[in-house]
Nanobody, 126 residues
Framework: QVQLVESGGRLVQAGGSLRLSCAAS????????MGWFRQALGKEREFVSV???????????DIADSGKGRFTAWRDNARNTMYLQMNNLKPEDTAVYYC????????????????WGQGTQVTVSS
């Protein structure tokens, strides 16, 4: 059974940092795209980042404009885990953050990933 389990979300003050983790099990995702989405209360789910396999041992991380300069995403295939480092957090970053995985990065970015986690709550206080 494939599972994606997020962790690391909590309450943090504005300007603080958090590192989210997404641990995958049930299969290896080394050649798949893995990414993060978030959904704030009353809003639609939005794309945050994707780490795409580009061949061999190479990956490319893309960050949505909302997180550029503040967020960094990477993956550790030995641990089948993906990370999202979030710095200089703002109240508008408050949301449930979801991990996703799909063989296609295009499919993932469009929000149609085959695999999803249950989410972890990030709350940024002002």
């Amino acid at each position: 059974q494939v599972q994606l389990v997020e962790s690391g979300g909590r309450l943090v003050q504005a300007g603080g940092s958090l590192r989210l983790s997404c641990a995958a099990s049930g299969r290896t995702f080394s050649s798949d795209a893995m990414g993060w989405f978030r959904q704030a209360l009353g809003k639609e789910r939005e794309f945050v980042s994707v780490v795409s396999w580009t061949g061999g041992n190479s990956y490319r991380a893309d960050i949505a404009d909302s997180g550029k300069g503040r967020f960094t995403a990477w993956r550790d295939n030995a641990r089948n885990t993906m990370y999202l480092q979030m710095n200089n957090l703002k109240p508008e970053d408050t949301a449930v953050y979801y991990c996703a995985a799909d063989p296609s990065s295009n499919t993932l970015v469009r929000g149609k990933a085959a695999y999803w986690g249950q989410g972890t709550q990030v709350t940024v206080s002002s």
